[in-house]
């Protein structure tokens, strides 16, 4: 988590310093909360729980935090990143063979790092009410942790990490209220595209493992506090 918002500071200083982004100032710094509700194609995140049964329609939602900043790049564009925080906890129960109770869970963590272009509407209410829309390219980390506790036998499993990450692209739309001294409170809907691959060995089955594919797709609407540096 620390070298990924390392990464993130470091891309924004050297894009800022660099002579050929002269005129490039940054423009804000936003600090907020949305509700992800990630939707699935197909096979989600609980298909190796005890008792999983596919459902059509599935909605894994939850709360993400996030910080953004963005550079003002000329005429309304500007270069904007993000990068936040998202997890879930989903716990699954049922029996193992001679009755043995078990108890399986599945902590999932993903940091979506993002960077994009966004254009800035001039003001749909002068001196109160901005409009913005953009996209770009995100970068999904994830840190899946699974554990299995059996009530009444052998078997636990203390809590094992699965890590990976893969790219994906957001679209996103909102306007921005003005406040007095450069504060503005920021609503916004973002639509995340994305997927990444989760292999499963199945009990007694060591030879073929399953691979799926587990999609990082949906709208998450999102409240923020903006501070403007400069327009």
Known sequence: MNSILKHL???????????????????????????????????????????????????????????????????????????????????SH??????????????????????GVVYNFPDIIPKYLKGFAGGGISRYFIDNRF??????????????????????????????YLFPEFVSLVFEARYHRGFYHQTTVLSGDLVSPATQRVDLAGLELGLAVRYTISY
Do not use: C
């Open 147 to 176: 554990s299995r506790k059996v009530e009444d036998g052998l078997g636990d499993i203390e809590a094992e990490p699965f890590r990976g990450n893969n790219y994906g692209v957001n679209g996103k739309v909102g306007i921005e």
């Open 9 to 91: 500071i470091g891309l924004l200083l050297v894009i800022g310093s660099s002579p050929l982004f002269a005129q490039i100032e940054l423009n804000n710094v936003s600090v907020g909360t949305g509700l992800w509700n990630r939707t699935y194609a197909g096979v989600d995140e609980r298909s190796f729980l005890i008792g999983y049964e596919q459902a059509s329609t599935y909605v894994n939602r939850s709360l993400i935090p996030f910080i953004s900043a963005e550079l003002n790049v000329w005429q309304g564009f500007a270069i904007d990143a993000r990068i936040g925080y998202w997890r879930k906890v989903l716990e």
């Open 94 to 115: 049922g029996l193992l063979e001679g009755d043995f109770r078990i108890a399986e869970q599945l902590d999932q963590r993903i940091v979506p790092l993002y960077a």
